[in-house]
């Protein structure tokens, strides 16, 4: 065997090539069948927009991606301002407590999303036993599993995520800015209004973003902390694919796809063109 | 000095208040609560018990667990051998062709997890193509089940975290310095050889990160064997769903998911140790091969 031969081996295109094909048949297909006038993917009957008028007119879909918007809305607001919070408190902390500080930040992203979602029931369902009566007698509270409760969750998985992007963004941040400013008479505030948060903007807004998506996608966190009747997309969906696999969520998941894709492909241009620059 | 002190105190305080009351405390009551009996009516009764915990030796569990380290362990091994070849092609590709394939694996990754389970329900489908096709092709019956099984619990598993396994390794890999392996091959090393001695090393870091994002959520999957597993094919996850929706058994869930809290955590805490040792190792290693620039480095 000469050597020259397997200089540049095929081998690591032809996998890509099969991830590929893996990651796309199944899109593909939804993709196809969406447009099919037929129920089953099997046989092809003929072209029909039927599943996308039938998309519009179920209004349980648009009720449930309101829900998802406000919840991701208010999920985002919070957890970039408590994440951003933390990131800055970490980045300056001489203390010893830091360590446990950035483990508390740190972990819940390591931590499987069913055991974040049972563990934040559990302590529903314990302070509604331990003080639900007490509260609703003395203040006229009712504590119960809604809207709410989903929303403290995702802000409480969504701000590591943010912490950890602003806190990225404010490793690479170069103190002598800050040195500069204070040299020539700034004060704390003004600093950090005129030189940190437009440096560390970007990151902030990569870590929204960050945030509002993980939001949007969650489905786990939110099945565990929600009410009875609350429905989110992700909750909609999963209800409906109990049932085998209606048409309808093939024209929900193409519109889906479209959007990512919109998106991938705007955020991708905009890195590159900030690097080239 | 002192009032920069304070300010920082105050700015860190409401994110630490919110993660002790809404991740710390209820960790730590998902642990009380294993030790908890239930009650009549699906609530938590008092005082305090073993059973729940003696209840997890019952005979259905250990399989249950074995499954569930199994199909983990199988789903990483997969897709990070395959993450592995396609990072070096993407890092060695021509700029324009490799914005693309890049981004045609991160659309799949940011696309909703639902509809991506979703989509494997359709391609499974038993009136589906795919199953059609194999069929006609003499490789599957008409009564063969494609779906709610542990291979197809295993087939969307991969699908779901190849782009995670992908995006670390790449990302160690694109700064990989690639006339290593043609000084290798010129030193008489076989491509296979200078691929296992040289670049596999090289790309360590990005490798054990692969491993543990994808080992982890892999280890507390719940949505896809629900999903597309059958009975035979439970895991972990959905014993705990069970435990909560169906069974109302609360602190029964508490003990499962301590044990899975368990089963993250201290491979997690050897792995760190593991690259805490090696990064020393490795750093003392370039303090020895090249002092002057150590030392200019070091303020």
Known sequence: MSRRCNRNSRFPFYVLMFAMVFLYTPLVMVAVASFNASKYGGAWKEFSLKWYVQLFHTGAIWEALVNTLVIALLATVFSTVLGTLSALALHRSRSRLKGIYYALVHTPLVVPDILLGISMLLLFVTVMDVCGGWLES???????????????????????????????RLKEFDNSLLEAAQDLGASGLYTFFHVTLPVIMPGIVAGA??????????????????GAGDTTL?????????????????????????LTFGLVFVTQNLLSKGKSE | MKRAKLANFLIGTPTFVWLVVFYALPVLIMFLLAFKPVDANGGIGDGWTLRTVMELRNPS?????????????????????????ISYQLARMAPRWRNLSLMLIIVPFWTNFLIRIYAWKVFLHPHGAFKTALVWLGLAEP??????????????????????????????????????????????????????????????????????VVLIPAL????????????????????????????????????????????????????????????????????????????????
């Open chain 2, 220 to 299: 507390g999957a719940y949505l896809i064997p629900s999903l597309v597993g059958g009975p035979t094919s439970e895991l972990l996850g959905d014993k705990i769903a069970q435990r909560v929706f169906v069974d109302r058994n609360l602190p029964h869930a508490s003990a499962l998911s301590a044990l899975l809290m368990l089963a993250v955590f201290l491979p997690l805490l050897a792995g760190l140790v593991l690259r805490r040792l090696r990064e020393a190792r490795q750093s003392t290693e370039a303090e020895r091969q090249a002092p002057a620039a150590a030392k200019e480095v070091r303020p």
């Open chain 1, 234 to 258: 992700p909750i909609y969906i999963q209800s409906a694919m109990r049932r085998g696999t209606p048409p309808v969520l093939n024209a929900l998941s193409v519109i889906f796809l479209l």
């Open chain 1, 138 to 168: 003395l203040f006229g509270l009712r504590l119960e599993l809604g809207m709410t409760t989903v929303v403290i969750a995702h802000v409480t998985f969504c701000l590591s995520y943010v912490a950890m992007v602003v806190l990225g």
């Open chain 2, 61 to 85: 569990y250990p399989s249950i667990i074995w499954r569930t380290a199994w199909q983990g362990a199988l789903s990483t091994a997969l897709c990070i051998m395959m993450a592995v070849p």
């Open chain 2, 143 to 212: 009564s063969t089940q494609l779906l709610y099984n542990e291979w197809a619990v295993l087939a969307v598993m991969v699908y779901t975290y190849l782009p995670y396994a992908v995006l670390p390794i790449y990302a160690v890999a694109e700064k990989f310095d690639f006339s290593l392996l043609d000084a290798a091959k010129d030193l008489g090393a076989s491509s296979f050889y200078a691929f296992r001695r040289v670049f596999l090393p090289g790309i360590a870091n990005g490798i054990w990160t692969a491993l543990m």
């Open chain 1, 209 to 226: 973003l960050f945030a509002f998506t993980l939001s949007i996608d969650d489905f786990v966190i939110t099945f565990f902390v929600k």
